[in-house]
């Protein structure tokens, strides 16, 4: 095969094939190798992967808001494992970090997740061991939380965004947290797609396109043809007023929610400095009479209302390439001191309002994932904007959060560019 055709930095490639994964409720997520269809079928052999119950992704996991899920994770792998349920509001013994919040499960074993998700919206799971490696191997999937009253759509899409680094063979690079990537924006996959579901669209009909970055290290700003609409919800909170996009940005472990009607073929793209490159469409074919009613937010979630300041944190991002060096041990590091340490960045008591000031010192760009709690971003009149789960913060530049730590434990606080965590760039919060 011709390896200038599948660069990312090359020739752009349309993806035609379209892997689709099944919904459903399994009780258990085995997590197993495998191998998978990544390229489009006209390149030779399948990629090696790790997945969950023999897909990349692993199987869209629905449930109501309000009910319960009971997920066993079963480990084949040769390695052990352990599954972070990102951006649910969990109880802290089901957050799924290693050495944290749980004991790593080791290979042949099993561990029983259950907990109850408060706030409907779009979600996703992924590997918390090892996590540059495993999720850059396939370890993730979606995790749906419906409304009660879903919004009337004709369509309910789920879009996996994701990269891969392969090569000429289409067989995943070995070169995992290499010195190179973790110093800079991370492993760069030179091959993107979405995986989206196996469906048919018609022109006129109304869709909800659930947008989910489960890269490893790519920031992905997704162009989007063919659907006229806004987005209601990030990081699977719904906006109070839906908002007009052009073209939505998710850094690594965000999600945006769009309803839209469709207005023509649906392709979407990513923008990268070579112009758009392609990353899955759907056939549209046929026509329908458009809804009149106009697209409204989804019905909210029940967020924490901020108390009065107790406390203002300051998060520096240190290190990397071209930056002075720091005092922590690993190539980043946030305040001078990289890695898990014995002691939390901070202890907060339950319940307090703290503001954080994430400070990026570094030349890179970082997209800063707090566990176990959404947070509000600050706008810069220091009126409480966004509620999200991951926050990017451009180089030089810093936001302030502010967050209600309503749920006690032991909580990660972490660049999710997960190569930036491996190489250093990850703390952690005690709430008492
Ligand atoms: Cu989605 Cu600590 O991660
Ligand atoms: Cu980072």
Redesign the pocket.
Known sequence: MNRREFLLTGAVLLTTSRASFAAGHPRVLTAEALTQQVLPTKYAGHTSVLGFNGSVPGPELRVRQGEQLDVRLQNNLEEGAAV?W?GIRLNNSMDG?PNLTQKLVSPGDSFDYRFTPKDAGTYWY?S?YT?HEQVARGLMGPLIVEEDTPPDVDHDITAVLTDWKLDPEGQLTEDFANMHDVAHAGRMGNFAKAFLPDVALQEGERVRLRLINASVDRIFPVIIEGLSGKVVALDGMPLSTPRDYKMPVLAP?QRVDIIADVIGPFAMAMDNRNGPYPIGDLPVSGRVEPRSASITALPANNRPTPGSETQHLSLKMMGGAMSPRHEGDNIWAFNNVSDMQPDPFARIKLGETVRISLINDTRWQHGI?L?GHHFFELDADGSAGDFRDTSLINPGESRDILCVFDNPGKW?L?C?MLSHQAGGMKTWIEVV
């Open positions: 972070h990102h970090v992924h918390h996590s472990a994932h566990h990660m972490h999710h």
